[in-house]
């Protein structure tokens, strides 16, 4: 599709003034009427999340996207994995857009299909029919129809826990595919031993394990999110000496031993209700996303708030969808034009779409 589709915004509209712009969506926005629905990741800017119907986590994403029947128009603010997953969840007379189809996810393109199919190959070899597959949403699309045929599911950073504890009620060991962290995290909250957890390395095609090979029981695919990553554990100690009252809030994207140093770990949604929750005059380091860190900053000025790490970027590929980028997708509409377009292909819808199912059946 991207070879077949202008990929670049028109240099014009660099030239246009923030005002001009923002006007021009909100006079296609009146004219669409119903007929357009603009859902918006909280880690968006502001500049764009001004102008969603619907913000969120994946998690909320991904339900807005399969309860609205009605838009015939999803514009979807965020990135790949999550355009995906709203033309999967949605009807075949709605169409979903990406604003720029370079916002993908680092993580996601951690797990490709051929990686994830060789790997399972190996591992059904070490471990027979005990495997249940579970992907991260942060996955494509081809991943997540891989957990569908093998009985798997999906999980997002809001109901990880209770997907993973789902799946030991069907085999007997899991691969959590593709954030390490997030898979490591998790299991250790449900009282899974770090040391019966495997390591699959794709780039070397070895499992890393720390116990008899008949003790592992998750194995999780060497992927990362590199925003997340960001924080390390040097931050943490450093926050402790600097600032010993404040609360350490994280996100369980982050490593193990950083969620393990801090006070408290949980999904964006989580992070979100904690922070809107607290006490006048409470202090907190927040290792998350830094758009929607400033707009908690922005949002609470009767409590302190800093990143964990001072020197942290929003996440690149979400910063790919701006202001421009959103009219010139909402012209492009209007014109009648092809553009921007995300669409998988039926095949790998139908099995992806067990996995989503999966998940959202238990969410
Ligand atoms: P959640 O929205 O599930 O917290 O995921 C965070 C993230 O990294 C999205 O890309
Ligand atoms: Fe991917 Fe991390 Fe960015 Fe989320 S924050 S889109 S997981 S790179």
């Given amino acids: 599709m991207i070879a077949q589709q202008p990929t670049l915004l028109p240099a014009h509209y660099r030239t246009l003034s923030v005002l001009e712009m923002e006007t021009r969506v909100r006079d296609i926005r009146a004219q669409l009427g119903t007929k357009l629905f603009i859902p918006g990741h909280h880690y968006q800017k502001d500049e764009v999340i001004q102008f969603a119907d619907a913000t969120g986590d994946s998690l909320q994403l991904a339900q807005v996207a399969a309860a609205n029947t009605e838009a015939e128009h999803i514009v979807f603010c965020g990135v790949h994995f999550m355009a995906e997953t709203a033309d999967m969840l949605t009807t075949k007379e709605q169409r979903v857009y990406l604003p720029d189809l370079r916002a993908g996810c680092s993580m996601a393109d951690m797990a490709t299909i051929y990686e994830t199919e060789h790997a399972w190959e ?27 045929k093998h009985g798997g599911a999906c ?32 299991a250790f ?53 600097t600032h010993p009252t404040m609360r350490i809030l994280v996100h369980p994207e982050c490593s193990h031993e950083v969620v393990a140093a801090s006070d408290d770990c949980g999904s964006t949604k989580y992070i979100i209700d904690t922070i809107h929750a607290a006490p006048a005059g409470s202090a907190w380091a927040i290792g998350t996303e830094m758009n929607l860190v400033k707009r908690l900053i922005a949002q609470h000025p009767d409590l302190t708030i800093i990143s964990l790490n001072e020197n942290m970027c929003p996440c690149l590929t979400m910063n790919r969808i701006d202001l421009p980028h959103l009219l010139w997708t909402l012209e492009r509409i209007i014109n009648g034009e092809e553009g921007n377009v995300i669409t998988v292909d039926e095949r790998t819808a139908a099995l992806a779409r067990l996995s989503l199912e999966r998940m959202l059946e238990r969410a």
């Fill in 122 to 148: 190996t591992l059904q070899q070490l471990f027979g029919d005990t495997i249940i597959p579970l992907t991260y949403v942060n996955s494509t699309a081809a991943i997540k129809a891989f957990t569908g």
């Fill in 155 to 186: 999980v997002t950073s809001s109901n990880a826990k209770k997907m993973v504890a789902w799946a030991f009620t069907q085999k007997e060991r899991l691969l959590f595919l593709p954030d390490q962290h997030l898979g490591r995290n998790t």
């Fill in 189 to 241: 909250d449900l009282g899974v031993p770090l040391e019966q957890m495997a390591v699959w390395n794709p780039q070397t095609n070895e499992l890393e394990a720390h116990c008899p090979i008949e003790d592992v029981k998750v194995i999780l695919w060497k992927g990362h999110c590199s925003v997340h990553e960001g924080f390390t554990i040097h931050h943490v100690e450093k926050l402790r000496q």
